[in-house]
C-alpha cells in the first residue's frame, strides 16, 4: 500500500470512530449530507434551501454547517 493511500485509510478509520462515539452533548449542527439523510431530503434540495434562505446554516473552519436551532425550528427528531 502506498503512503497517501495508508494516510487516507487511517482518516477513514479515524472518521469512522468519531462518528460512531455516542455522546451525551446535544449536536451544535449537522453538516449538508448529514442533514439531508435526517431530513430525507436530497443534498440539492438542501443546498436549494440554504440558498435561498429557507435554512440557516454557517461556515466552520471551511465547513457548511446547518445549526442544531434549525432541526427544532422545523420540528425533527433528534438523530
Known amino acids: 500500500m502506498n503512503m497517501p493511500q ?9 472518521r469512522a470512530r468519531q462518528s460512531n462515539k455516542k455522546s451525551s452533548e ?4 449537522y453538516r449538508v449530507g448529514e442533514w439531508s ?8 434540495t438542501t443546498w436549494r434551501a440554504i440558498r ?22 422545523l420540528g425533527f427528531e433528534e438523530a
Do not use: H
Open 6 to 14: 495508508a494516510a487516507a485509510d487511517n482518516r477513514a478509520a479515524r
Open 52 to 73: 435561498n434562505g429557507e435554512l440557516k446554516s454557517i461556515v466552520y473552519c471551511g465547513i457548511r454547517l446547518i445549526p442544531d436551532s434549525e432541526r427544532v425550528r
Open 37 to 44: 439523510a435526517l431530513t430525507g431530503t436530497s443534498r440539492q
Open 26 to 29: 446535544a449536536r451544535l449542527g
